[in-house]
């Protein structure tokens, strides 16, 4: 299995203490343990993401799936926390969620993975979580495969839908599926010719739709949509990692600072504010993966 991305530590900015301990006290469904734990492997917090991929393996259920609590009902969202398992060493149990992806989550008949058990939807956001894991694993047929199946069911002119039964385009949408690309690229550097294309045509058709304060609406297309931040950090996180890995020129820095610089007024008390918000990410709220982006942004602005 391939290995996962490391980082350096430069200086910090001031308030990336506070939204990592933010992070850290708040509670987590599995993709967001996931995307926390990408978040601790970037910046070189090895011990923590250690500790957030044990207690994911605490919580795998029979059927392989990592993190799951309760009645879960995604069948990808377990996925985003295999890379960590890996780092610790725990074969069996990364081995028991790379199988339920492979062979046994529930499937279109093109072979694109639905996002939960109980519905046959395809949603964006299972671009982060699948695309980049099976590039750790060597999986490199089977990223290429995902990213394309839910490109074809989903993108519009570089912008994705929410999941083939809502197709208003909703920017998060659009964010998972280039910072996927990216961090699959990362993993993968091989993919690059397969994905490292789309990814940008993604980040260059949203940033079309930016507003006057730098940001994004929830729905791209609706001006009268809700103030989105996240999407601008995960299109930072993207263009940060594409400049570092050589496939995006270096004039996307630039873009990528004008993002974060964006979305710095909106961070409060370690909060980072005025994102779709948990727990059902329909309104204006705070999440853990809106944490987690603001430290892949400066995770990957370092490199």
Known sequence: MASGPSAAPPTEPAALPEVLLTLLAMQRQNWEQGVAIHALLDLGELDLADRLSRDAVVHQSADGRLGTIGNERGAVNSAAIFPGVVRLGLTEAA?????????????????????VLDAAEIWADSVYMLVPTLAAAGRLDLAVQQAEGHRRHLCRDGLYAAADNRPKLWGTGSGWVAAGLARAVRHAP???????AHAREVLDACLVYRRSDGLFGDVLDDPQSFREANLAQMLAYTAYTGVADGWLPDSYRTTADSLRAAVAPHVVDGLVTSVCGAPTFDRPGTSAEAQAFYLLAEAASRR
Do not use: V
């Not at 046994?104 to 993975?113: E, V």
């Not at 091989?190 to 490292?196: C, N």
């Open 95 to 115: 081995r028991r969620q790379l199988e339920w992806i492979t062979d046994r989550a529930p499937r279109a008949a093109d072979g694109t993975i639905y996002h």
């Open 190 to 196: 091989e993919l690059a010719p397969q994905l490292s």
